[in-house]
């Protein structure tokens, strides 16, 4: 496996890869290398190509949008090698390799549900998002999370910001901080952060300030308790274990894009009893009823 920038540590995207590969390794007796990029992870075609040319190795793993092309050449090169590629970022008119396979989530249904959490919450009537690279796929959950909230409210205040147009955007939490602060004190009393490591910062602005926010990619709530709201999961771990599993049993399905949702909840919300008091039963139904909605197609998110 060859992470995403921020590599493991990040107690979101990446770490959830990781507990993929562990999940497999005690459960299925796998073994596993992984590769964290340097910086801006200019060397992630290097340490893709490095892993694919040892012939130990049955599976490799890109961990994030940045690596969908270059694991396409890669996986064009190495064809007795399978690839799978997280968060796989789809261009029309190209095909993906037969020994590789794009898994993506259902980010902008999920983020429906974000915002119309946040839109039911919301004292103020404002909410935030913050997002980390400014990119296809992020703007896919500030998208969701805009038509989530307005759905519920279509009087809300939504202020929106990125942290930068690289990759780096994940992994600072600084600015993450900074820019949540300042959301905090334009009236915003709930930010949504899909930030890699960058919204480690966020979530501390919240703590500091008293206010909310939501997660993502795994339950955040541990790490300020009463102050996380929720999180908009995305089973990556499930996913990256699956895949191994496929590999294992002869069934690896690769040259196709695996959407993985709502349906399965692949992608959900987090509902967090200790937040009763806010996130109540009557709010805690109405995003079930929704969710119900959206996976029936009653409510289509664009």
Avoid: W
């Avoid at 990040?10 to 507990?19: I, P, R, V």
């Avoid at 196709?256 to 967090?272: A, P």
């Amino acid at each position: 496996m060859v992470f995403d920038v921020g590599g493991r540590g990040d107690k979101s995207f990446n770490d959830a890869a990781y507990s993929g590969l562990e999940t497999a390794r005690d459960s299925l007796g796998i073994e596993f290398v992984y590769i964290e990029p340097s910086g801006e992870g200019a060397d992630r075609e290097a340490a893709l190509r490095n892993l694919a040319a040892d012939p130990d190795i049955d599976l490799v793993f890109g961990v994030g949008l940045l690596f969908s092309r270059d694991i396409e050449e890669i996986a064009a090169e190495f064809p007795n090698t399978r690839f799978a590629c997280i968060d796989y970022q789809h261009e029309e008119g190209r095909t993906l390799p037969e020994n590789l396979s794009g898994i993506v989530f259902e980010d902008r249904k999920g983020s429906f549900l974000a915002g119309a959490m946040a839109a039911m919450v919301s004292r103020t009537g404002t909410v935030g998002f913050i997002g980390g690279m400014d990119s296809n796929i992020i703007r896919r959950f500030q998208e969701g999370y805009s038509e989530g909230a307005r759905h519920v409210n279509p009087d809300i205040e939504i202020i929106t910001g990125y942290i930068g147009m690289t990759g780096s955007a994940f992994t600072n939490p600084a600015r993450g901080k900074e820019m949540a602060l300042n959301q905090y004190s334009r009236g915003a009393d709930i930010i949504y952060q899909a930030a890699g490591a960058s919204g480690l910062g966020v979530i501390e602005a919240a703590r500091q300030t008293g206010h909310y926010v939501i997660g993502t990619d795994r339950d955040q709530h541990y790490l300020a308790p009463g102050y996380v709201l929720s999180s908009i999961i995305k089973g990556v771990d499930r996913a990256v274990f699956s895949t191994v599993q496929d590999v294992l049993a002869g069934t690896f399905h690769g040259g196709t894009v695996h959407v993985l949702g709502l349906e399965g909840r692949y992608t959900d919300y987090v509902y967090n009893s200790d937040n009763a008091e806010i996130v109540g039963a009557e709010v805690h139904a109405r995003l079930e009823q929704l969710r119900e909605e959206i996976v029936s197609g009653r409510i289509e998110v664009r």
